[in-house]
């Protein structure tokens, strides 16, 4: 390889000063005594050492696909950005007032909407906004107004746009743990023209690349589920099965949180211990601790921070003889903000049981059933922002949200992914500690600490499952 040529190939795709300083170290044959070295490295070290090996291996696919090209690696030709630069935004990057109760109730109707009866569930409501954003950008007229009725509770897209920017840059902030989100959008090579402006606009505030496939070759959804699970830890590694005929474009958002504990379970701290479940009694680990103490006249909870405390996991467990379903069925996104603002500096004793899952839903019935109507019409879906394909007019046909969660004495780890699939066709305080035992169903959530809004909201009703 011309090493020149190679760094003017860097320079090209604006490639930062860090990245090429990493990529000259790591194109340089390592000394037998560096060998010897790497050897003895821990694994922690490992880790970050794989990183600019795989960013390097990617950008060669990229720069010389005539020699070297695999299946699920996007082309330098499939990369439509080239041209569009994401422009400054102009922010003083606070999120507005105006959108924190409406991402509340948002947030809130769309976990009521999705959790499922007697089994675990789990959404990131900040996932679905984030793809529904992007795909607001292409709509018009009663469809946009909609999705801004929807989204922001009649904010205009423009302070949407805003939002969403300023929310990104927030929780991306994270010093002592990792919350990764990317945004795509991916499109047919045939029949169908894509605006340059709606282009920019996603890349201005939501930082998407765009890429043009070949739907009906096998290996395009092999991309863009190869892209999903690299930007979701590899937990999520399938949001396309196979494309449809219709299936003009896909607008996908992910999310990948993980984050250890400020303060770690011990060994001493975890046992078993019984949970009752909607099926019966199961025993299951436990972990035991201290934590701020939240409650209203319907629930108690606990609030249990990372590392960074930006973010602190929330568990709440409804007060006794009310069951879980009802407790989902009557909250509101302003019950949510207050819960989670109610603690003064009152602790508890908790107990709560370590669990793992993962959950799927297809969201079209819920966004429908929450106002979002026209965008799944053929027949009267206003995209022509977004693009326009001879095949007839662009659509929401799938609206599909995968994640998973892990939750155990070192901390948590949780991801999730969201894919709009566009189709175009004709058609008060006690002198002893308060005790909570999360021993039956119960709501949890991963919440940014400045705003009280969930990243994640799910259910627990059996940790073994």
Known sequence: MNKDKYISELNKIKASDDFQQKTARLLKNPTREENRDYTKKKNRTLKFVLIPVFAVVLVCALLFSNVFSPVNTVQASENLMDGITPAKVKTDGSVSQKFISPAADFS???FQKSVANDTNSLVSPVSVYLALGMTANGAQGNTLKQFENVLGGGLSINEL?????NVTNKLESINDGKLQIANSIWYRNQNLKVEEGFLQTNADYFGAGAFQLDFSKKESADKINSWVKENTGGKIDKMVDQINDDTMMYLINTLYFEADWMQGYIDLNVSSKEFHAPGGTVSTSFMFSEEKYIHDEKADGMVKPFKDKRFAFAAILPKTGTNLKDYI???????FLKLMNSSDNEKADCTLPKFKYEYKVNLNDQLKGMGLTDAFNGDIADFSKMGS?????LYIGDVLHKTF???DQVGAKAGAATKVEMFATSGMPTAEPKKIIFDRPFVYAIIDTETKLPVFIGTVNDPTK
């Open 108 to 110: 809130v109707s769309l």
């Open 161 to 165: 746009n805003q939002n969403y920017f």
């Open 329 to 335: 069925s009557g909250m509101t996104g302003e019950d």
């Open 389 to 393: 394909s001879d095949k007839g007019k």
């Open 405 to 407: 969660i892990q939750v």
